[in-house]
């Protein structure tokens, strides 16, 4: 492959291939900035004839900036191994697997290439193109023109829209045409989907009608619930807890009848009753220890009461301590008073 670095005109790209890329408004801004400050640091890719074959971002970035020219590196080989180098490259660089799987399809349905060959030529297994080829056919133009517009991530359209649009059409594409005006994160999305799968029909219909009133509506009963918690505290999550094991025992308690039968044999009911005496030992130590800390704050605070009520004075445990002095002194005052007394 012969391949030579020069300037060319950005009008004279051929961008043939833009469908097969995924635009990026906030990257494309920031490589914006950056060739502003420092340069176009790598070339763009073309062909002899100027079809753009890597470099959509680098262009969008530099007819931004209002450049009229892009530094190119020209390759002079057939298109469809053109094309094959690239995907080669793509160990080395980040790709979204819809621009993975859009470069594919141009190789099997317009070169005409089977997915043997490609996997080849790539250095891929076959299972890697006939994943990404029926990941691509699967998609609607509709839905692949929100991946490219950036509107939805590739994730949001394969895992939740194109599963809800092949149970429910119109609600695939309700969902998708409310995802082209906002946006959603994949995460917020991701939950979506799993109340989406519990939901009742009525709440679906709501669900879709409007997707981002429900996550705000989620978002607010999470706040409230975890201001709950921390209102409460950890004597609430204690409480909680153990209603929570109170109902799973009224559970246990009803399938007793069912689980412990005439002629089960020793085996099962011994895996019964031993699970049973584990959960029994755990109980036993949650009230022994309950029982301890209760009857040792018990003892602490009579303590507290008789030392409060029952206790003298130190004034008066002090003269009681000196009362038989003070009564062998007074005897003996009486004693010399009527001593002196009789002499008189």
Excluded at 74 to 86: H, T
Excluded at 145 to 168: C, D, H, M, Q
Excluded at 226 to 236: F, R, S
Aim: aromatic share 4%.
């Amino acid at each position: 492959m012969v391949r030579q670095m020069r300037e060319i005109e950005i009008g004279q790209c051929d961008l043939r291939y833009a469908h097969t890329r995924i635009e990026r408004p906030r990257e494309s801004l920031a490589l914006a900035a950056s060739i502003e400050r420092i340069g176009q640091i790598v070339p763009v890719i073309v062909t002899t004839t100027f079809v753009l074959l890597d470099g959509y971002l680098r262009v969008k970035a530099l007819k931004h900036l209002g450049r009229d020219t892009v530094m190119a590196e020209i390759w002079d080989c057939p298109e469809e191994e053109a094309l094959v180098e690239i995907l080669a490259r793509s160990h080395n660089r980040t790709w979204d697997v819809l621009e993975e799987a859009a470069l594919l399809a141009e190789l099997h349905d317009r070169c005409h290439l089977s997915q043997e060959r490609i996997a080849s030529m790539v250095g891929r297994t076959q299972s890697w193109v006939s994943s990404r080829l029926a990941l691509y056919s699967a998609l609607s133009e509709d839905m692949m023109a929100l991946i490219r517009k950036g509107a939805v991530s590739t994730w949001t359209a394969t895992r939740v829209i194109a599963p809800i649009a092949r149970a429910i059409p119109e609600h695939g594409k309700a969902l998708g045409e409310h995802l082209s005006c906002v946006s959603l994160s994949t995460r917020e999305m991701a939950r979506f989907f799993q109340h989406y799968q519990k939901a009742t029909r009525r709440q679906r219909d709501a669900m879709v009608g409007d997707p981002v009133l429900f996550v705000k509506s989620l978002h607010a009963r999470e706040e409230a619930s975890h201001a709950k918690v921390l209102k409460e505290g950890l004597e609430g999550t204690w409480c909680k807890d153990l209603n929570v094991v109170t109902h799973i025992l009224g559970r246990l308690l009803k399938t007793v009848p069912t689980l412990f039968y005439e002629g089960q044999s020793p085996l099962d009911r011994r895996v019964l009753l031993t699970a049973f005496e584990e959960s029994k030992k755990h109980f036993i130590e949650l009230e022994h220890e309950i029982r301890r800390h209760d009857d040792h704050r018990r003892e602490q605070a009579g303590r507290h009461e008789s030392s409060r009520t029952g206790s003298p004075h130190p004034a008066d445990q002090q003269d009681s301590h000196n009362l038989p002095e003070r009564r062998q002194a007074g005897d003996t005052g009486n004693m010399a008073g009527a001593a002196e007394a009789v002499s008189v």
